[in-house]
């Protein structure tokens, strides 16, 4: 990218005027790494400080049994096959139950389209698991299963949406989004709902007060462009509705260990390699550029491993995914040793260590507990410093 580009797009970030399609493609085209960061920090600190915000959430999968085979997903699995489960729902509640005196203030709660469950079965849940746990928030369910819930049901979206709500439900999950641009979609995504659908669900639970997550899926074979296209759908959303709280980019995973059945069911990884993390920080500043009106933009470690995760907070992320103790979509493991569980002190120190100042978070962005700054690394350099996988 030459100077004078640089310095313009500089100029439009610092006096706040709105980034174009053009310009977010430039954003990825540039291999000035260092710059990039820089702008997307100077808006990272203008919107959030020096903090980083986190939950502590349990991921709850009730279901890996899954109508749909998206071409990404090592998680479904079909009705009978060896490892295929369904949890009772005393089953559910008893395993969120385990995580109380973790001070857990979150239930993350995605599934696999069941073709038999009852839609009952949903609220259901919903209701069982606040009452176990009346203080913990309940984000479920993606629009891809609201919209599952319309067909199972013969509901309509916004009748789903008011029994969840009365059943505890206080934010949908950011999924099902991948990458929106149709060119890509179709050959990644074998649900049916795509963007009209998706922005359907989402623009209605806006409407009735709930916010919400959005994520993209990226590094497999989308280029930049779809992902400038996919931020501006959600940010032109945004500008309408104002009920995204954060946004969130999945780095697009290889199966590395076999299921249990030796079955790999991820089609991607013989077509496409991952993001590198070059290419992850790129995304990370990039979509912060381009979404101006979001307030948060988060970093889901298990998908970005723990260094990553570090260097995303100066890349435009404030926010980082809790103490995630059990997560299966898409990550049923991997090969660079990122634990998949994590808890509060491990998180404290991982954001201390890469120099900011955590905040605990509730559902809605909350501050539940501030805590102190970190102390800075000179004067710990004769404690033994941490490596993050
Ligand atoms: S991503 Fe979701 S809808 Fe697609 S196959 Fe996996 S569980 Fe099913």
Redesign the pocket.
Known sequence: MDVGLKRELEEKVRSGERLTREDGIALYESDDLAWLGGLAHEVRTRKNGDVVHFNVNRHLNMT?V?????A?????RKPGEKDAYTMRIEEAVRLAKAMEGENLTELHI????HPNLPWRYYPRSLRELKAALPNVSLKAF?A??IH?FETISGLSASEILDELIDAGLESLTG??A?IFDWEVRQHI???R?HWEDWSRIHRLAHSKGLRTPATMLYGHIEEPRHRVDHVLRLRDLQDETGGFAVFIPLRYQHDFVDSADGVIRNRLQARTTMASPADSLRTFAVSRLMWDNVPHVKCFWVMHGLSLAQLSLNFGADDLDGSVVEYK??HDADSYGTPNTMHREDLLNLIWDAGFTPVERNTRYDIVREYDPPVPLAQRRSEPQQVWA
């Open positions: 890996n899954c109508t749909a085979s998206c990404y997903c090592s998680f479904q995605v599934n696999g389209l993606t891809t299963e599952h999924g099902g991948e995504v074998d649900h709902t979509i898409t």
